[in-house]
């Protein structure tokens, strides 16, 4: 994985996307100094059947905030697109274009866009929301540096970025590259544990056992490829 960057800006589309792929990942990153904002085009308000929207959005949003803490991110912001109807389009692009000029990362970090999880043919299919995020993220790393795409912006004091070298997109079916997930394995677990009120509605099983097991399995599918290591997985896209 390149590690040759300062700044990077991982967006997704809800809270715990990002605490199911490649929070070990950050965890790891941050250790160096690294600074990674998360930017969140939802609040998950959708996520919790026995809880309304209106209660339950500041509940995963406080969650998420405490998620990202334990993996050294300080810098949460949440976008308001409703949750489980966002809608691919220009809309969505000019608001992560924002967002990138704001930010002004080397590094762009996402959740798979494509239809299905897992090996193709077949897996599970993906939802609306990360498709959308997904491929909304791919193209406004290119819209953020183009001064005639979205004009408003500058406007707005937000003067094109073109610094973007790289998106990374975790839950790839096609991963080109990884990253040690060993040093930041603990608090990977601990980060995903912090949305404990969604994992109590979405699972009978223990809270601590189920986050566990899953951190542990998703790190180590690219384990036989990376020297038996527990890593996080990444397609990578230069730009």
């Known amino acids: 994985m390149p590690a040759d960057w300062?700044?990077?800006?991982?967006?997704?589309?809800?809270?715990d996307d990002?605490?199911?792929?490649?929070?070990?990942?950050?965890?790891?990153?941050?250790?160096?100094?690294?600074?990674?904002?998360?930017?969140?085009v939802t609040r998950g308000e959708?996520?919790?059947?026995?809880?309304?929207?209106a209660t339950c959005?500041?509940?995963r949003e406080r969650e998420q905030r405490e998620s990202a803490a334990i993996v050294g991110v300080t810098s949460v912001e949440f976008l308001d697109h409703r949750d489980g109807v966002v809608e691919y389009g220009l809309g969505l692009r000019r608001d992560i274009a924002a967002a990138i000029r704001r930010h002004r990362p080397e590094l762009v970090i996402t959740l798979n866009h494509r239809d299905t999880w897992g090996p193709e043919p077949g897996g599970f299919w993906n939802t609306p929301d990360h498709k959308a995020v997904g491929r909304a993220v791919l193209d406004a790393a290119a819209d953020a540096g183009?001064?005639?795409?979205?004009?408003?912006?500058?406007?707005?004091?937000?003067?094109?970025?073109?610094?973007?070298?790289w998106v990374a997109v975790a839950g790839s079916n096609l991963p080109t590259?990884?990253?040690?997930?060993?040093?930041?394995?603990?608090?990977?677990?601990?980060?995903?544990?912090?949305?404990?009120?969604?994992?109590?509605?979405?699972?009978?099983?223990?809270?601590?056992?189920?986050?566990r097991s899953f951190v542990a399995e998703s790190t180590g599918r690219a384990s036989a490829r990376f020297g038996?290591?527990?890593?996080?997985?990444?397609?990578?896209?230069p730009r």
């Open 177 to 211: 590259h990884a990253v040690d997930a060993g040093p930041g394995l603990e608090r990977a677990t601990r980060s995903l544990r912090a949305h404990r009120t969604y994992i109590e509605a979405l699972t009978d099983q223990d809270v601590d056992a189920y986050c």
């Open 57 to 59: 959005a500041p509940l």
């Open 146 to 165: 183009n001064r005639w795409i979205f004009p408003e912006l500058a406007e707005q004091g937000l003067d094109p970025w073109n610094g973007v070298r």
């Open 18 to 40: 990002l605490e199911y792929g490649c929070a070990a990942a950050v965890a790891g990153w941050t250790d160096q100094g690294k600074d990674v904002g998360y930017l969140l």
């Open 46 to 53: 959708a996520g919790i059947d026995t809880l309304d929207p």
């Open 6 to 15: 300062q700044r990077a800006l991982a967006v997704v589309a809800h809270p």
């Open 228 to 237: 038996g290591r527990p890593a996080v997985a990444f397609e990578v896209f």
